[in-house]
């Protein structure tokens, strides 16, 4: 969930059917997701890839789904994955703890 509406509902529809037992969460600054983003840009055809959209994001980002991360941080769900690295690197990580 990304949200706390979207952690009420995952509660309302689920319950205890299903426990959310981890979450991954690839951390990567903004400056880089940016440069990222405006590169996507390029090839896209994404309207919303502009400098304006994207800043928006990152404050819906930082309001709405860091304190969803922040709770599951707490109970000791989160897996972080540097994410500012190459494809491979982060695979290569992300793959060690799916088998972990």
Do not use: H, Q
Not at 4 to 10: D, H, P, Q, R, S
Not at 78 to 83: G, P, S, T
Request: aromatic share 8%; glycine share 4%.
């Amino acid at each position: 969930p990304r949200s706390e509406g979207n952690v009420n509902a995952w509660k309302e529809v689920v319950g205890e059917r299903a426990n959310v037992e981890s979450v991954l969460f690839f951390e990567c600054p903004e400056d880089i997701l940016t440069s990222r983003l405006l590169e996507r840009a390029k090839t896209s055809g994404r309207s919303d890839d502009s400098i304006d959209v994207i800043r928006k994001r990152f404050v819906t980002y930082r309001e709405e789904s860091m304190p969803i991360i922040n709770m599951y941080e707490k109970e000791g769900k989160v897996r972080k994955i540097i994410a500012d690295r190459s494809i491979e690197e982060v695979y290569k990580e992300l793959e060690l703890i799916v088998k972990d």
